[in-house]
């Protein structure tokens, strides 16, 4: 492991939150970094700010990562193999990596999902690609979509920004006798990004139910599963519950963004997560009321068949958003959101702790490999805990400008802080130390089956 403050594969490189300096006797040094990068409201970027984002992501999609990936039949060694990629393909493949059922004796090893592992997998995930993209334009940084403000979606899914596609009122005549995911098709040409700057944008290994039913990992440069940039506002359907106009339906379109009130349901949550550790855990989590798993209305139960707030959005943008989200320049913006929503939550909460505890892990239920406090963030290299990346956002040198104050579509106004989350009682936001942070940190962490092959397989694509 680094010392010292480095980071990196080889130690080259400073932790998050550290610039590389010079010390007393001339030496290079990773010193505190004097300001923090400063995540701001898409409404609130300049147009120099949003050339930025675009330009960078632009050339990430063509330039080659100094990472290759992992790629072949889990079941058959022979077929194992590590190919080349472009640094946005890169950042894909990860998510990928970490979402798929990827290893035969473990079948459900989602290491980012559906556990309690969701923020902090994240949390970790935005630091790296912001890092690298970094290294590309040292202006570049993560902004977030507030979807609780009524101009943003126009506003992102503009020509200049993000480009214009289809909504559901747009196409809906094409799939009246469709049902389910018919209506999410990734293949139909009329959901395609029609300008902007990701006119020309190319997804890839868009074929992951069918990769995960067979144990394959895909070939990210396999161009016959590279498809254009595709969204469609509203037109996924979800067979099992969702939430329209604040009413909970059955089969029908995702069709609106999640409410204020929603996001503030979530931050009343005082306990980060609970048994059973998954979507079933009860509706006293804020993971999982954030992640999408617990109405946010009357009578509040946890299902693992429902969408809200994170998967709502989700599935309310379509198209590419649905089998692989970070295929779309757009994810970034999303999940911002909801690490500044996650940081909201975090400053007033951080004393009570990561859950499970280092003790509740060892502890039937358990949490899904791979999200219990000590075991590793899949697959990143060098390695890093959940429990040491439950930290407030200045920990890692960055914070969160509040969003633009105005109406908003429940006719509420943005406090200056964003959402009425409850402040603590000296009115700080001051991050203070985890209780659960044990004597147990000190000792060796925990490596399930699936996180050992993950760290070992990634470890040796660099």
């Known amino acids: 492991m680094c010392k ?11 932790k998050f939150g550290y610039t590389l300096s010079k010390g007393t ?47 072949g039949t889990m079941a058959n060694r022979e077929t194992w193999r590590f190919v080349p990629v472009t640094i946005y393909d890169y950042f894909v493949w990860v998510h990928y990596f970490a979402s798929k059922d990827n290893n035969n004796e473990t079948p459900t090893c989602d290491f980012a999902h559906e556990s309690s592992g ?36 126009s506003d992102l899914y503009s020509e200049p920004h993000l480009g214009t596609a289809p909504t559901w009122d747009d196409i809906k005549d094409r799939y009246l006798n469709t049902t389910g995911s018919e209506r999410c098709a990734i293949d139909d040409p009329e959901m395609n990004v029609k300008d902007g700057p990701f006119v020309n944008w190319k997804t890839m290994c868009t074929n992951m139910g069918k990769d995960a039913t067979n144990g394959f990992l895909c070939n990210p440069n396999n161009e016959t599963q590279r498809r254009p940039l595709q969204r469609c506002r509203g037109c996924c359907q979800v067979d099992d519950c969702c939430l329209n106009d604040g009413v909970i339906a059955t089969g029908r379109q995702i069709s609106i963004l999640p409410k204020l009130a929603h996001v503030n349901y979530a931050l009343e949550a005082s306990i980060f997560d609970s048994s059973n550790w998954t979507t079933q855990t009860t509706k006293a989590s ?43 320049p757009y994810f970034w913006m999303h999940h ?118 993950s760290l070992v397989a990634f470890n040796l694509a660099k």
């Open 286 to 328: 804020f993971r999982n009321r954030l992640e999408g798993f617990v109405q946010p209305v009357p009578p509040y139960v946890a299902n693992h068949r429902q969408h809200y707030i994170h998967n709502q959005v989700h599935i309310y943008v379509g198209g590419t958003e649905v089998p692989l989200s970070p295929n779309s």
């Open 336 to 453: 911002g959101m909801i690490d500044y929503i996650f940081e909201q939550w975090i400053n007033n909460h951080l004393a009570s702790g990561y859950r499970p505890t280092p003790a509740e892990a060892d502890l039937k239920p358990l949490a899904h490999p791979g999200h219990n406090p000590e075991e590793h963030i899949v697959p990143f290299f060098p390695s890093v805990t959940h429990i040491e990346v439950f930290k407030s956002a200045s920990e890692f040198g960055y914070e969160y400008e509040p969003p633009t104050s105005g109406a908003r579509e429940d006719n509420s106004t943005s406090p200056p802080g964003g959402f009425s989350f409850t402040p603590s009682l000296d009115g700080s936001t001051k991050p203070v130390t985890p209780t659960n942070s044990s004597a147990k940190m000190n000792q060796p962490v925990k490596l399930t089956v699936c996180a050992l092959f």
């Open 25 to 71: 006797n001339g030496t290079k040094i990773c010193a505190k970094s004097a300001g923090r990068i400063k995540r701001k409201s898409t409404l609130r970027l300049t147009d120099s700010e949003w050339k930025t984002y675009t330009d960078t992501l632009l050339k990430a999609s063509v330039t080659p990562s100094s990472y290759s990936v992992f790629m």
């Open 118 to 153: 969701f923020l902090t997998w994240h949390r970790w995930y935005l630091l790296v690609v912001e890092g690298m993209l970094r290294e590309i334009d040292s202006k570049f940084f993560i902004p977030y979509w507030d979807w609780t403000n009524e101009s943003s979606a």
């Open 4 to 14: 010292n403050n480095w980071a990196g594969s080889d130690c080259s490189k400073c």
